[in-house]
């Protein structure tokens, strides 16, 4: 038996990804950039044993259904044809994080299944290595390898799309997002769904190909200038142009609902009192909101009135993917 456990944070993207050029490597269409949190995360356990006779996939305690678990095998027969292995293997994953709510949880997932399987198998792969399989399992898992700022460089090929950590001088420390849970259940339309819909009929996408280099290169200046009222500018915008591709998509759609919207409004008002803040959204109903430290309790307060406090969740910049010892207890 081979066996290895891994933890990964949930990446928030500032520049998004949005579509892909290959959807079998996911090369994606765009750089991007990110910032992994702490609040949020996977731990993942695999073993691989000859025993087994078919891949099985557990999450949160729970065997998931063919559709889940064939998503867990493609990834594991990547790691198997590399390393020219015939084992079955069975997957646990704990998600600290609500599942597939536009909380990123498929990057923290997939990078943690990632780091587990190069534990089980003494892979001894790099975090450059990492992150490019990583992103075989999901695009924006291969930021999760790394801590704090990074960027997903899109690349022309599996060898040359991987993420690496943005020098920042510890800024992020500085910084804090405040996740808004407007809706903590399953959305309608999965990112991956929602992103090969919009790159193949939306005519606004074009226009977003057009901005987010030049949106990459701002934010990568604003983080070395520590400018947040620039970094927070761009990561609006970029948000916003990113959800507005989906408008024009056949048939269109949004992941925003009504409450979506109203932390929106709320955000705006919140700067015309003086209160730097900045909203993001991802694939999902659920606002983020970036704020530096200095001025996340007036922000709570802000929206106190408008948000139970377990509606309003913390977060602070996280570290990389870390590599743990398989407990006793969950040897099989």
């Not at 090369?27 to 087994?52: I, K």
């Not at 594991?76 to 293997?89: E, H, P, T, W, Y």
Request: charged share 25%; glycine share 6%; with cysteine.
């Amino acid at each position: 038996m081979y066996a290895g456990k891994a933890r990964a944070y949930t990446n928030i993207a500032l520049i998004k990804y949005w579509g892909k050029k290959d959807e079998q490597l996911i090369l994606p269409m765009n750089s991007s950039l990110s910032l992994t949190l702490d609040a949020f995360y996977t731990e993942t356990t695999v073993h691989f044993d000859e025993s087994y006779t078919e891949d099985t996939f557990c999450l949160d305690g729970e065997k998931q259904d063919p559709k889940q678990t064939a998503k867990i095998s493609n990834f594991l027969d990547l790691v198997r044809k590399q390393q020219n292995l015939s084992l079955f293997a069975k997957v646990d994953s704990q998600n600290f994080v609500p599942t597939a709510a536009g909380l990123a949880s498929s990057a923290s997932g997939l990078a943690a299944l990632a780091g587990a399987c190069s534990q089980a198998l003494n892979l001894q792969l790099t975090e450059t290595e990492l992150s490019r399989l990583a992103r075989r399992g999901s695009g924006s898992a291969c930021r999760s390898i790394f801590g704090g700022f990074a960027e997903w460089q899109k690349g022309d090929s599996d060898q040359t799309s991987f993420a690496q950590t943005i020098p920042s001088n510890n800024w992020e420390d500085d910084l804090a997002m405040l996740f808004v849970l407007v809706d903590d259940g399953i959305k309608d339309i999965s990112s991956r769904d929602g992103m090969k819909r919009t790159v193949e009929t939306s005519s606004f996408y074009s226009g977003w190909l057009e901005n987010v280099e030049p949106d990459l290169a701002d934010a990568k200046q604003a983080i070395r200038e520590k400018d947040f009222t620039k970094l927070g500018e761009i990561t609006e915008a970029n948000g916003l142009r990113m959800h507005g591709t989906t408008l024009a998509a056949v048939p269109p759609f949004t992941y925003w609902s009504p409450e979506s919207l109203n932390v929106m409004q709320l955000v705006r008002a919140a700067r015309k009192q003086g209160l730097p803040c900045y909203f993001t959204m991802d694939a999902g109903p659920n606002v983020k909101i970036l704020v530096e430290k200095k001025n996340l309790t007036a922000l709570k307060n802000f929206l106190a009135d408008h948000f139970s406090e377990e509606k309003l969740i913390t977060a602070y910049a996280g570290p990389g993917i870390t590599l743990m010892p398989v407990e006793r207890s969950e040897e099989l």
